[in-house]
């Protein structure tokens, strides 16, 4: 469980710095009140509040402990950062100077990672939540990169008549791929299989 201690000329200032830090709402800490502030007499003796403000135990934070065992296990220097949370969804970065070493191919290792830390937060969630892992900004380079192939692929579709079918991908990629061809009236995508195999096929409309 992730915690600050900050100080502030108020309890509610030296709270507000302690929430930022955090990237967190009232709702998902819990707060002690360690220092009240003191005005002091003509400024001696004044003091600032300090507060100690401590996330609340999540099904995220059981997903980012897994995560960082693995990574403490591979010997690299990564770390990880959660960047926003809500009920339904954690946005988390690799950071560090060997972050690059865990996206691989297509970013293979990357989803793989996600995919595992998923499955142990919504094994503690009593609803489905998404957990997006990502490293050196390798999600929105993906996303162009989806894109544009899907573009590519739905032109080799029409011209030659026949279907293509994508390598396996995560969900939220197929979702990348159907939403970008979402306006060609010449093709239609849908998809196949079980996950993590399940894949996306191109095909003429018929």
Known sequence: MREVTK???????????ALNE?????????????????????????????????LNKTPFD???????????????????????????????????????QLIGKHGKTLNALQFLAERVVNTQSDHRINLMLDAENYRETRKRALID????????TIKTGRPHRFEPMPAFERKIVHHALSGNKKIQTFSNGEEPRRYLTVAPHS
């Open 7 to 17: 100080y502030g000329k108020t309890v509610a200032e030296a709270v507000s710095i």
């Open 149 to 156: 192939l899907a573009q590519r692929i739905a032109e080799k």
């Open 62 to 100: 059981d997903g980012v402990d897994y995560l960082t065992d693995i990574i403490k296990q591979s010997g690299l220097s990564v770390h990880v950062q959660v960047e926003e949370r809500n009920m339904r969804a954690c946005r988390c970065q690799l950071a560090g100077n060997d972050a690059f």
């Open 22 to 54: 955090l990237n967190a709402t009232l709702e998902q800490v819990d707060i002690q009140v360690v220092e009240k502030p003191k005005s002091g007499f003509l400024g001696i003796g004044a003091r600032k509040a300090l507060v100690k403000v401590a």
